[in-house]
């Protein structure tokens, strides 16, 4: 048992490492790149969202990878962070000006009122399974945005008012001011969201999920994806670990939502933001990045975010050119042969070859 739990911990310590070497390689190329001039202002733009994108992947990598359980509502935690994230930031612009300190508790609130909210619906989602857990958790995430879409908050000398009518049924003294209007969401939140931010978040993000499966409860959050009746018979608390599981994937989802409220001057819980789509194109990431590996998850966030914005000059043909790229990756992915190919044509199955063939001359 001690030689497989020091194994378990240096595999996950060995993960970390080259992934955290992997992200501040790429953070340093690209402020070298922005030093001298040579990235595009696309691409300048594309560096926060890559990173909450890849946060939001690794988080439900978690949940459908890890757990083995398919949930369609991730935009919904994304919604909650953002919305509640962005309401702290701007009520306090005015009383905390230190934009570092403010940024740190918006994120930390962020993250614990998904968490919250991941840890209220997983109490009662999760005793469902298969197409029933998913159909509730999207039913979750649309019923999120649409009450976010019909909430007015204001704050005045005599506290914060709440209507679901409209603005006027607020009743806002003369110093008063609208935070979250209806559909119009919020308006001139803080842009503290940077990407040496990102870049640290989304660490961390990889940090806690690797550790978190390499871990005691990791492997017997998997043992329940395995084979829940024997994960039963062996003392593995169910209901525990799914919870777990789920909470923390849901804080991360807050956290991302967090960079995403704050990366933008506009909040609109509008179904392109929070809806059904995002909640798909998130498990799609997933799929094509391999379910259950991280890793993987990070690079299909990346490159199927960065795509769609490359392929603009295309005009009509984009989004069928996207679609194609989509088509080759999956099969790339998990069509037997290619996976056979790439084992044999890895760096790591040359260096196993060879291995094993000074082995067998010695």
Same mark, same amino acid.
């Given at each position: 048992?001690?030689?497989?739990?020091?194994?378990?911990?240096?595999?996950?310590?060995?993960?970390?490492?080259?992934?955290?070497?992997?992200?501040?390689?790429?953070?340093?190329?690209?402020?070298?790149?922005?030093?001298?001039?040579?990235?595009?202002?696309?691409?300048?733009?594309?560096?926060?969202?890559?990173?909450?994108?890849?946060?939001?992947?690794? %988080?439900?990598?978690?949940?459908?990878?890890?757990?083995?359980?398919?949930?369609?509502?991730?935009?919904?935690?994304?919604?909650?962070?953002?919305?509640?994230?962005?309401?702290?930031?701007?009520?306090?612009?005015?009383?905390?000006?230190?934009?570092?300190?403010?940024?740190?508790?918006?994120?930390?609130?962020?993250?614990?009122? *998904?968490?919250?909210?991941?840890?209220?619906?997983?109490?009662?989602?999760?005793?469902?399974?298969?197409?029933?857990?998913?159909?509730?958790?999207?039913?979750?995430?649309?019923?999120?945005?649409?009450?976010?879409?019909?909430?007015?908050?204001?704050?005045?000398?005599?506290?914060?008012?709440?209507?679901?009518?409209? *603005?006027?049924?607020?009743?806002?003294?003369?110093?008063?001011?609208?935070?979250?209007?209806?559909?119009?969401?919020?308006?001139?939140?803080?842009?503290?969201?940077?990407?040496?931010?990102?870049?640290?978040?989304?660490?961390?993000?990889?940090?806690?999920?690797?550790?978190?499966?390499? %871990?005691?409860?990791?492997?017997?959050?998997?043992?329940?994806?395995?084979?829940?009746?024997?994960?039963?018979?062996?003392?593995?608390?169910?209901?525990?670990?799914?919870?777990?599981?789920?909470?923390?994937?849901?804080?991360?989802?807050?956290?991302?939502?967090?960079?995403?409220?704050? !990366?933008?001057?506009?909040?609109?819980?509008?179904?392109? !933001?929070?809806?059904?789509?995002?909640?798909?194109?998130?498990?799609?990431?997933?799929?094509?990045?391999?379910?259950?590996?991280?890793?993987? %998850?990070?690079?299909?966030?990346?490159?199927?975010?960065?795509?769609?914005?490359?392929?603009?000059?295309?005009?009509?043909?984009?989004?069928?050119?996207?679609?194609?790229?989509?088509?080759?990756?999956?099969?790339?992915?998990? !069509?037997?042969?290619?996976?056979?190919?790439?084992?044999?044509?890895?760096?790591?199955?040359?260096?196993?070859?060879?291995?094993?063939?000074?082995?067998?001359?010695?």
């Amino acid at each position: 048992m001690k030689n497989t739990a020091k194994k378990q911990m240096s595999k996950s310590t060995r993960s970390n490492l080259i992934m955290t070497g992997a992200i501040v390689l790429v953070y340093i190329v690209s402020q070298i790149m922005i030093a001298g001039g040579a990235m595009s202002n696309l691409m300048k733009g594309l560096l926060v969202p890559l990173c909450y994108y890849s946060i939001l992947a690794v %988080s439900l990598n978690l949940t459908v990878g890890i757990l083995g359980e398919l949930s369609l509502g991730h935009a919904g935690f994304m919604c909650i962070g953002a919305f509640t994230s962005a309401f702290f930031s701007k009520a306090t612009v005015s009383v905390i000006t230190n934009a570092g300190v403010r940024f740190t508790l918006a994120i930390l609130i962020g993250a614990c009122a *998904a968490a919250l909210f991941g840890g209220l619906i997983g109490t009662v989602v999760l005793r469902l399974q298969g197409d029933y857990l998913a159909i509730v958790t999207l039913a979750f995430g649309e019923i999120i945005k649409n009450v976010v879409n019909a909430l007015f908050i204001g704050i005045d000398s005599n506290g914060i008012h709440f209507s679901m009518k409209d *603005a006027m049924a607020l009743n806002l003294s003369e110093d008063g001011k609208i935070i979250v209007n209806g559909p119009r969401g919020i308006t001139g939140t803080p842009k503290d969201a940077t990407f040496t931010i990102a870049a640290l978040l989304l660490i961390l993000t990889f940090v806690i999920v690797t550790n978190l499966v390499n %871990s005691r409860s990791g492997r017997a959050i998997m043992a329940i994806r395995d084979n829940r009746i024997a994960a039963e018979s062996v003392g593995i608390h169910i209901t525990k670990y799914k919870i777990l599981a789920f909470t923390i994937s849901a804080a991360l989802a807050g956290v991302a939502g967090v960079l995403y409220a704050h !990366n933008i001057s506009t909040l609109i819980a509008a179904p392109k !933001n929070f809806g059904y789509n995002m909640s798909i194109m998130i498990l799609v990431f997933v799929v094509l990045g391999g379910i259950g590996n991280l890793k993987g %998850s990070v690079i299909a966030a990346v490159v199927l975010t960065m795509l769609p914005e490359y392929l603009r000059f295309m005009q009509d043909y984009r989004m069928l050119i996207y679609a194609v790229i989509l088509i080759v990756m999956m099969i790339f992915n998990w !069509n037997p042969k290619c996976i056979t190919w790439r084992k044999n044509h890895s760096l790591q199955g040359y260096f196993a070859r060879l291995t094993k063939k000074t082995k067998k001359e010695a």
